[in-house]
C-alpha cells in the first residue's frame, strides 16, 4: 500500500458528499505498488474484511469490490465466484465500475486518529508535508487503525518504524 483516501465511487452523481451520496457507495481507494502487491491480494484482503453474505445494508454503505479496467472485472467476478463457493451461499456483495473517485471531506480522512489525537496529526503533517500528505500515508493508515481498535500493537510498530519515531511516543499520544 502507498496510500489511502476514504471517499465515494461507484456512481455516476457528480461531487458527492457525506450528506448527499447520490448512487456513490462509501469507499476506500488504495493506490498500491503493482511490483508488490497484486490487484489479487487486495481482493483476499478485501474479501476477508467484510461479511459477503447475509443481508445487504443502506446503498451507500454496501460493500463492493471496485474495478478500474476489465482485467479487473474478470478477477473480481472470479474472486466472488470462490467466496460463494467456500461460504456456501450467495455473495451480496457487488462487482462494480470505480468510474471516478470522489475524496471525502478532511474531517473524514483517518477520522478515528484525527479525533483521538488531533496534536499528533497537526505535529506529523508539518513533519512529513503537510497534514494531507501525512494522512494519505500508510503510517496514518496504521495509526487510524490502532486508534479506532482495529489493529494492535503490530501496526502500531509499523507505523513507529515508517514514521521514525518511538512506539511508544505513539501509543502515549493515541488514546484508546
Do not use: C
Not at 49 to 69: F, I, M, Q, S
Not at 154 to 164: C, S, T, V, Y
Request: hydrophobic share 45%; charged share 25%.
Amino acid at each position: 500500500m502507498v496510500a489511502t483516501r476514504v471517499g465515494y465511487a461507484g456512481g455516476t452523481t457528480d461531487a458527492p458528499d457525506y450528506h448527499h451520496t447520490g448512487d456513490h457507495r462509501e469507499s476506500v481507494e488504495v493506490a498500491y505498488d503493482q511490483a508488490r502487491t497484486s490487484y489479487r491480494q487486495l481482493l483476499a484482503a478485501f474479501w476477508a474484511a467484510h461479511p459477503a453474505v447475509g443481508e445487504p445494508g443502506p446503498p451507500r454503505t454496501r460493500e463492493a469490490a471496485l474495478y478500474a479496467d476489465e482485467a479487473q472485472r474478470r478477477e473480481a467476478l472470479a474472486s466472488r465466484r470462490a467466496v460463494a463457493r467456500a461460504a456456501g451461499e450467495r455473495v451480496i456483495t457487488a462487482v462494480t465500475p470505480v468510474n471516478r473517485f470522489w475524496p471525502a471531506e478532511p474531517v473524514n480522512q483517518k477520522a478515528n486518529l484525527q479525533r483521538m489525537a488531533p496534536d499528533l496529526v497537526r505535529q506529523l503533517g508539518a513533519r512529513f508535508g503537510g497534514r494531507d500528505a501525512f494522512l494519505a500515508s500508510p503510517a496514518a493508515a496504521r495509526l487510524n487503525a490502532y486508534a479506532g481498535g482495529f489493529a494492535g500493537e503490530e501496526a502500531l510498530q509499523a507505523a513507529a518504524r515508517e514514521l521514525g519515531v518511538p512506539a511508544a511516543e505513539l501509543a502515549a499520544r493515541i488514546p484508546r
